[in-house]
């Protein structure tokens, strides 16, 4: 775990068809809901039982049509911080531009691993033209097509023998982790900082796998957690603060070392792409989630109305996935913030909840009798036995019926949401797979 490698390049040099050719593994198992298909910058791959995780940094910039050489420095400036291994993506149909050259220049000046991969080696033939990218200085170029595939595998292998020997962590498994994620400015320093205190001698320092998370281990008021930190949080960056797209990279290593996310809005600012692009990192990894609107001492009109119609604009936002605390809270007047962690404690133990089968066909079949799924082609489909799953990540129930293939994902989202009323799941994504019974 903990792997993340990055693609650089210029523009128009094929990074997301090797972005999407290293993913797509992962895209046929994730079901393409609603929304998921804005954040393509971001995904896992899998080598010879590896995982590891793959950033297109060209995603995440706003205008990507016309970025110019600033736009580029500042991405590879941020892969070669975060990354544990970079790909750097150049075209062997154009040969070397000034803005290769550039990036050359930054990438030979890192310790980090860099892979020059030689891309659009369509026909057997572009493999000659690949031997002027030896002036770049990062040693052989990697002949593939991300188009066709050809290379891809040896590049894998590549990839994965250049990975660090993962080190055991020393974190106690039963003990939750929960990460403080969010924008630049959102209040996550002072967050971790109310709820760790002046007290510091509470706080011991674990060093995390490679560099990336460390963990602090938390007791006092009756909890007991990690707060996942990431080492890239806590040293100001050499790259300008305010990019607001990196906050999305670094968030990556705290999310899936985490069990539940912390996601601080600013309520000042109100929810934006940003956040939204944090938001469904934390969906992707199936973690928890709870939601904290900081900065609450800076909204005047504070009325019931005022929040309920906050929390409204949340959801909506955040929708199809609704079902999660939202806290109203203040770092710097420290109001409200042991909800926060009372909530994220919920949620985690939501995310361990076993329901008994006998209790579930009780709930849900009889109603399922009173609202079938609607009959395909006049036939009808039948769902006769509910179980959970055994340790899974998040709780996962299977539904045995007739004719899986049929049923679709309204119904399923309205047995979700079924689910949800009758036992609290709040903050945690479930799964419900429909199988042959």
Same mark, same amino acid.
């Given at each position: ?60 910039? !706003? ?32 040969? !070397? ?201 800076? !909204? ?10 906050? @929390? ?49 066909? @009780? ?75």
């Amino acid at each position: 775990m903990g792997n993340l490698v990055a693609i650089v390049g210029r523009p128009n040099v094929g990074k997301s068809t090797l972005f999407n050719r290293l993913t797509k593994t992962r895209q046929a198992i994730v079901n393409e809901e609603a929304g998921t298909t804005r954040d393509r910058q971001y995904g896992k791959s899998e080598w010879l039982g590896r995982e590891f995780s793959v950033v297109d940094t060209g995603g995440w910039v !706003v205008n990507s049509d016309d970025i110019f050489e600033g736009e580029i420095r500042k991405q590879v400036l941020m892969a070669v911080d975060e990354a544990d291994v970079i790909l750097f993506v150049v075209d062997v149909q154009n040969g !070397v531009t000034d803005l290769d050259q550039e990036v050359a220049a930054i990438l030979r000046r890192t310790r980090k691993p860099v892979l020059l991969i030689a891309n659009k080696a369509d026909s057997y033939d572009w493999q000659y033209n690949a031997a002027e990218f030896y002036s770049l200085g990062l040693g052989d170029p990697y002949c593939i097509s991300a188009m066709s595939g050809s290379g891809t595998g040896d590049m894998m292998d590549l990839i994965v023998g250049m990975f660090k020997k993962e080190t055991a962590e020393i974190v106690d498994e039963d003990i939750p982790r929960f990460a403080v994620v969010g924008r630049p400015n959102a209040g996550k320093s002072s967050i971790i900082n109310a709820f760790i205190g002046e007290e510091r001698n509470i706080v011991t320092e674990i060093a995390g796998t490679t560099r990336d998370s460390i963990y602090t281990r938390y007791n006092k008021f009756g909890f007991d957690f990690y707060l996942v930190d990431t080492a890239g949080i806590r040293k100001k960056n050499k790259v300008n603060e305010d990019l607001e797209y990196y906050s999305v990279i670094r968030s990556i290593r705290a999310i899936e070392n985490s069990d539940v996310c912390i996601l601080m809005l600013d309520a000042t600012r109100g929810i934006e792409s940003q956040d939204l692009n944090i938001f469904s990192l934390i969906q992707k990894n199936a973690k928890g989630l709870v939601v904290v609107v900081n900065k609450w001492d800076l !909204v005047e009109n504070k009325d019931t109305k005022v929040i309920k119609t906050f @929390e409204n604009a949340i959801r909506e936002r955040l929708a199809p996935f609704t079902d999660f605390p939202i806290i109203f809270a203040s770092a710097l007047t420290k109001q409200r913030i042991f909800k926060v962690l009372e909530a994220a404690r919920q949620v985690y133990d939501n995310r361990h909840t076993r329901i008994p089968t006998a209790r579930l066909n @009780e709930e849900m079949l009889p109603l399922i009798e009173a609202y079938p799924p609607p009959s395909i082609k006049g036939k009808y489909i039948k769902i006769k036995y509910i179980t959970q799953l055994p340790n899974t990540q998040v709780p996962s129930f299977v539904y045995f019926a007739n004719l899986p293939q049929y049923v679709k994902e309204p119904y399923r989202r309205f047995l979700e949401n079924k689910m949800r009323e009758r036992w609290n799941l709040t903050g945690t994504p479930i799964n419900i797979f429909i199988r042959q019974k």
